[in-house]
């Protein structure tokens, strides 16, 4: 990799000796290890509007490497980032030395921009060039400077995780269970301290029986857990945070029974069938296979009309608990949200939002659809780390409040109910 042409260069790609081409394959690479979506297409493209831009300035190359290589918003802070680490800043790369050295914070650097370790991490694969031994030798150095990484995992981000903490995360989350209240049904089983007389039970083992005291028969309530069904948004602003929330999912559907998961983008897909399998690898790579709207944008009051007419008879039956995973970032600016929350609600027994953007201390809710969403939930939670999972699955353990109870927590404004 060599460093930043010549300011005043203003030759072809092809004049420098395939030097420069190299370098854009290989920083393509450090991007896709990074976890961005960069295949060899973009990179030729990204070869090709250098050679229209030129070197002459370091804006218009930054620029042509972006315009090639980015495609949401949400990557630009890592192709930032990459693209100075891999260009040579100086200053970004002490901050990637010193990242392997005890962690002090002083004052000047609070607001100094967090170093991505999945960029890090990148940048770090293939350039090792030291032996077995003195690998080793740093790993034993690094575990006696650093916290429990278990502890460190519940409380870390999704989308701050490297790939290594990100595989141990999904590890974790396959173990995670729901322990969802028992509900009553309507159906009625034998027991001899239940609080109803079974009459019909009574009068049989009279007849059978013949005798002059009749034992009276008793009878309680059958319980069992109720349906889970999952809504889950799969836009570009939710992109990380979905994907680790279905391999939550894919485990909950394998530890339970009636577990229905539902994805929508700009449509709505029905993937259970997909979970059900038991190799998560092969039950994700099935839903990739399914759904057509990943990371694209977002129509949550459509999705969820669809729903209400397709799907809720089917699924909602029995006091269902409905998980809303989304951060209510709208395209359609609420448009028909309002009224299909307003449905959705009324037909299960608790519905409970799950929204990674409550994790920010002065979140407040003002897109239209927030704004829309919010009257008709039961429970308001963000969802942004493994704590934030534990503390559902305890949420859901416990009886929730009574739906005018809920309601009413509402009514001193969205801002003071958040």
């Not at 690479?29 to 070197?55: C, K, N, S």
């Not at 100086?90 to 914070?105: D, H, S, V, Y």
């Not at 700009?266 to 069938?273: G, N, Q, S």
């Not at 039961?378 to 699955?393: I, M």
């Amino acid at each position: 990799m060599t460093g930043w042409p010549n300011s005043g260069a203003d030759r072809p790609i092809s004049a420098t000796g395939g030097r420069l081409a190299a370098n854009i394959m290989h920083f393509g690479r450090v991007l896709r290890a990074a976890g961005l979506p960069v295949g060899p297409g973009r990179v030729i493209e990204a070869i090709r509007a250098v050679e229209t831009v030129g070197l002459a300035r370091r804006d218009d190359f930054y620029w042509a490497l972006h315009a090639a290589l980015i495609n949401r918003r949400d990557q630009r802070d890592l192709f930032d980032q990459a693209f100075h680490l891999f260009w040579r800043n100086p200053r970004i790369m002490e901050r990637m030395m010193a990242m392997m050295l005890p962690e002090f914070r002083g004052a000047t650097e609070e607001n100094a921009p967090e170093l991505n370790r999945r960029v890090a991490e990148a940048m770090q694969q293939g350039a090792d060039s030291k032996t077995p031994h003195e690998r080793q030798d740093e790993m034993v150095v690094d575990t006696t400077m650093t916290w429990s990484n278990r502890e460190v995992l519940q409380t870390m981000d999704f989308d701050k995780m490297s790939n290594a903490e990100l595989a141990e995360a999904k590890r974790a989350l396959r173990r995670l269970r729901l322990p969802i209240q028992l509900v009553p049904t309507r159906r009625f089983r034998p027991d001899p301290h239940g609080p109803r007389a079974d009459m019909r039970a009574t009068l049989r083992a009279a007849l059978r029986g013949g005798a002059d005291i009749i034992d009276l028969k008793r009878r309680r309530r059958r319980t069992r857990p109720p349906p889970l069904v999952a809504l889950c948004d799969i836009s570009g602003s939710m992109g990380r945070y979905s994907r680790m929330l279905l391999h939550f999912l894919h485990a909950v559907t394998n530890d339970r029974d009636r577990v229905f998961t539902f994805l929508f983008g700009t449509r709505l897909t029905h993937i259970t069938r997909h979970l059900r399998r038991r190799d998560v690898d092969e039950a994700l790579d099935r839903v990739a296979d399914v759904v057509e709207d990943w990371s694209g944008g977002t129509r949550i009051g459509h999705c969820i009309d669809e729903f209400n007419r397709r799907w809720s008879r089917r699924v909602l039956a029995q006091g269902a608990i409905v998980l809303l995973i989304s951060d209510g970032l709208d395209r359609d600016a609420g448009d028909g949200l309002a009224q299909a929350m307003e449905r959705l609600h009324k037909s299960c027994r608790r519905l409970i939002w799950l929204n990674p953007l409550l994790r920010f201390e002065g979140f407040e809710p003002k897109s239209l659809g927030i704004k829309a969403i919010l009257p008709h939930v039961d429970d308001f939670r963000t969802v942004h780390n493994l704590e934030s999972l534990s503390q559902l699955a305890a949420a859901l353990e416990r009886p929730g409040a009574r739906r005018e109870e809920a309601a009413s927590s509402w009514t001193g404004g969205i801002k003071e109910a958040v």
